[in-house]
């Protein structure tokens, strides 16, 4: 490793403490990327809303936040109780994914609730009337 000398210098404006500021060589590291992992459970009866026709909203979500999102099957073995999706990428891409892919589950679910008649009590369409 080289040694590393100190250049000492005054400054001259503003400078009044007198004390001489030392200014050290210092190497350029590359940055470093973070990369985050997160999983969203999903039920599979909704995994196809979120791929998508032939995988063109997964791959829309995946380009558009620069992550990397791949489906995993429910595996005991591995503590998935259910599907999920796992979410890999930089904070905010994956927060993104995240957030998108949270709300196709929700707006799918809100569909669904809206095409499925209101049911009584008593099990009977409240739409027929009783005879």
């Known amino acids: ?4 000398q100190a250049q000492t210098h005054k400054h001259e404006d503003g400078d009044r403490s ?14 470093r990327d973070v990369s985050v992992k997160t999983i969203v ?22 380009t558009d936040t620069e992550t990397r999102i791949s489906y995993m099957d429910q595996d005991f073995a ?15 891409g994956v927060a993104r994914a995240e957030k998108w892919v949270r709300r196709i589950l929700q707006s799918t679910w809100q569909a669904e609730q809206e ?4 049911t009584e009590a008593d099990g009977q369409d409240p739409t027929q009337e009783s005879a």
């Open 1 to 4: 490793m080289e040694n590393q």
């Open 18 to 31: 007198g004390r001489p500021q030392h200014q050290y060589q210092t190497t350029h590291r590359p940055r």
């Open 41 to 62: 459970p999903v039920s599979k009866e909704y995994v196809g809303a979120v791929i998508g026709k032939s995988g063109a909203m997964i791959n829309q979500i995946k």
């Open 78 to 92: 591995r503590g998935h109780q259910s599907p999920i999706f796992q979410i890999t990428g930089s904070p905010k």
């Open 115 to 118: 095409d499925s008649p209101a």
